[in-house]
């Protein structure tokens, strides 16, 4: 499908009725889709196609029209999070270097979302094990170099950002800039912030096109909300929901619910993706919801959706994060015409509708992955 018309689709489907002729990315995007081959016959690889944020883009590139799409997860087959019929779905470990070469063969397009990763508890505890997630940006880089790989996009996180521009609830949104000088989240952001350079080195020394995004706390239906990876959003939902079945109304609120975060609806996510892997913006990019809300908001939120107010109590040993942390979106709206915007009281109910379908007694077991990727 040409880039243009994914675009024109997108924009109409957010309530967004515009003339995107005039958006700064029309241009390039007109171009490509004039140039390229027609995408729904060219492989698509989603790597980490078996978790969350995987999950909904194979779901979105099947609505697309797409139909040579492989996902590759380390997870077994029945703990993805979403499978779907005509799609080459792969077991691989892609830490070892023979597994990305078998998935990027015949590829054109890739899209790396996999990452050993989770929730503040998870990323705080777990250090080395983020880390070793270089190998497998590393090895799908080389990968994709081998096999002639048109598009490589590389999901990044706001956990680059310096720790220092991150201490009051007050705070100044991110630029990308403020990555630099390096001071990002221990373990887990390091090797976020090396893949990225990886990626600009491959681009620049071997022409691999690359394009990087970084990724604020992406929430949704069909993710992670219980077990310990789970993010701040999944996990009030799943306690408030607890709550209230359970009759004991109170709640647990990790630190003093006084930090700010911004938190991004899956759709946007996706959206957001595709189009920043179809521009020609070289640099990483933030990509995130600029909607700032404490934790005490957030759950404020959830409990107004659920029809009910809790007792908290603040847990202040343990992990919180950073003070605050929300995302400027200059450089996304001034390249592309457009940021993320998804109410979060829009993407919550979803959420928390989704989350209690799961946890009432018809929806079964709860998916509680020993690993994920994204």
């Known amino acids: 499908m040409p880039a243009f018309r994914i ?75 979403q499978r779907f019929p005509g799609v080459e779905n792969l077991r691989l470990d892609l830490q070892e270097r023979a597994a990305c070469d078998k998935s990027l063969k015949g590829a054109h397009t890739v899209y790396n979302l996999a990452a050993d990763m989770g929730g503040m508890g998870f990323i705080e505890n777990n250090r080395a094990l983020c880390m070793l997630s270089v190998l497998i940006n590393t090895h799908l880089c080389m990968a994709a170099k081998k096999h002639g790989v048109r598009r490589f996009f590389y999901a990044s996180s706001a956990c680059v950002y310096a720790a220092d521009k991150q201490t009051s609830p007050d705070v100044t949104a991110l630029k990308e800039s403020d990555a630099y000088p390096a001071m990002p989240e221990d373990g887990y952001g390091w090797e976020k912030l090396f893949s990225e350079r990886m990626c600009r080195h491959f681009r620049e020394d071997f022409g691999l096109e690359t394009r990087v995004a970084r990724f604020h706390n992406v929430y949704g239906p069909h993710g992670t909300y219980d077990g310990g990876r789970e993010k701040a959003p999944a996990a009030v939902c799943r306690k408030v929901i607890q709550a209230k079945l359970s009759g004991k109304h109170q709640i647990e609120i990790w630190g003093d619910g006084h930090q700010t975060r911004s938190f991004m609806y899956i759709d946007d996510c996706i959206y957001g993706t595709q189009a920043i892997l179809a521009s020609k913006v070289l640099e990483p990019l933030n990509l995130g919801s600029s909607e700032l809300v404490t934790i005490n908001g957030l759950v404020d939120i959830v409990e107004d959706i659920a029809g009910i107010k809790l007792k908290r109590s603040y847990n202040l040993k343990a992990p919180k994060g950073v003070k605050g942390r929300n995302s400027d979106n200059t450089l996304i709206k001034k390249y592309l015409g457009w940021e993320p915007n998804i109410r979060l009281r829009d993407g919550l109910e979803k959420t928390y509708r989704w989350i209690h379908d799961q946890m009432t007694p018809r929806a079964g077991k709860s998916r509680r992955p020993a690993r994920s990727y994204r």
């Not at 016959?41 to 979105?60: D, P, R």
């Not at 139909?67 to 993805?80: C, F, T």
Request: charged share 25%.
């Open 7 to 81: 675009i024109w689709k997108k924009a109409y489907s957010y309530g967004t009725e515009m003339d995107l002729k005039s958006l700064p990315g029309w241009d390039m995007l007109a171009i490509q889709s004039r140039t390229e081959t027609n995408m729904s016959s060219e492989k698509i690889v989603v790597c980490g196609g078996g978790g969350f944020i995987g999950g909904h883009l194979v779901a979105e590139l099947l609505r697309q029209g797409h139909d040579n799409i492989r996902a590759v997860d380390l997870k077994p087959m029945n703990e993805w999070y």
